[in-house]
């Protein structure tokens, strides 16, 4: 016949010393062992061992195995929500009425902001250490604990992170975005959340940059970390306030101003506030966009095939006569005009609206005839 394999703890070494066999079966109903039932066996002879040797009575009732006291563990309740502020977690962290035994260290406390799984076999030796009578419920084997900590805001970051790359670049300014799961950092509570940006590197080509920060208040260890993001150049331009019909003369009234990253706005964005106003759409602009020079011109004064006076300018006279536009054209534009009699064409440039005028003595006769 095999031998049956005995734990350490309470194999046949315990010999058959009935103070032995009974102390360490009240440890066993303490801690609620599935080795119950091996106990009891082993209670029932020792207990005919001290029949045997003529033990009084009331030596019996002291080596006996006393219930587990169950209004003691009753008053001892794990909370729902763990957390802990310290360097160390404390049974006064997990339970609701840990007692005198409030103070005594179970693991240490993970970094602020995290958490951790702690075993309830751990917590049971801290509790019994402390002279708490508890035992884990069943089918729980690990409680989280959570450590408090001060989150180190992130627009102090980012401000940070501004400030660094305005002192490299005074002339630019800077949009920052943190690209990082990581982004928000913790300190212990009570302690300074200060951000020292102790370097920079920084791809131009795609504007990528890591910054490497030096948080003071941080737990040794956790005081130096590195973020990744991008820095992009910020421009200001004019931009549409308002729709502003085509053909309209556009104002300073017309005009609000944003910042847009410089490499999103492409080729032949007006940066210039002077190079809107005066001008005329071209096609429908969408307010708060970008104009391109490519959507603006000037203010059409004539406009194809309309009637026209021209003004024919002599040394000795001013001559005046009505012509058909055969281009529209804004101020100072030379369009072609025909005499509407003669049906000669002429050069004339646009002076205002409806009106324009032959510059040179060569097209006198034309203008007239």
Not at 16 to 44: D, E, M, W, Y
Request: net charge positive; charged share 20%.
């Amino acid at each position: 016949m095999t031998k049956p394999r005995y734990g350490p703890r309470y194999g046949p070494e315990l010999g058959t010393n009935p103070r032995s066999v009974v102390g360490h079966c009240q440890k066993v109903v303490r801690r609620g062992r599935p080795q119950f039932s091996l106990c009891a066996v082993k209670i029932v002879g020792a207990l005919a061992l001290i029949a045997l040797a003529g033990l009084p009575p009331k030596a019996v009732a002291e080596i006996a195995p006393k219930a587990a006291p169950t209004q003691a563990v009753a008053q001892h309740q794990l909370k729902s929500n763990i957390v802990t502020r310290g360097e160390m977690v404390v049974l006064g962290d997990l339970f609701t009425n840990a007692g005198p035994a409030a103070e005594i260290a179970v693991v240490t406390a993970p970094k602020p902001g995290e958490s951790v799984y702690v075993k309830t076999s751990v917590i049971e030796d801290s509790a019994e250490a402390g002279g708490m009578e508890w035992r884990s419920p069943p089918g729980i084997s690990r409680v989280l604990v959570t450590r408090e900590g001060t989150p180190v805001p992130l627009n102090t970051i980012i401000e940070a992170v501004r400030e660094e790359f305005h002192r490299r670049d005074p002339e630019d300014s800077f949009k920052i975005d943190i690209k990082s799961e990581k982004a928000t950092l913790y300190v212990p509570l009570g302690a300074d959340p200060t951000v020292v940006v102790e370097g920079l590197d920084h791809e131009i080509r795609n504007s990528n940059f890591t910054a490497r920060l030096y948080l003071p208040g941080a737990i040794p260890g956790d005081q130096r970390v590195k973020l990744p993001g991008q820095a992009r150049i910020m421009r200001e331009i004019p931009v549409l306030a308002h729709h502003v019909a085509v053909g309209d003369v556009i104002t300073e009234d017309d005009l609000r101003w944003i910042e847009m990253a410089a490499d999103r706005m492409g080729q032949g964005v007006i940066h210039g506030a002077y190079e809107i106003i005066g001008q005329s759409p071209r096609r429908s602009i969408k307010p708060g966009k970008p104009v391109r020079f490519r959507d603006v011109q000037k203010p059409l004064l004539v406009t194809k095939g309309s009637l026209i006076k021209v003004i024919v300018q002599t040394p000795y006279m001013q001559i005046s006569t009505t012509g058909k536009a055969m281009d529209s054209g804004a101020h100072g534009d030379a369009i072609r005009i025909q005499n509407t009699t003669s049906r000669q064409i002429v050069q004339a440039v646009v002076e205002a609206r409806n009106r324009a005028y032959v510059p040179t003595a060569s097209g006198f006769s034309k203008a007239i005839q």
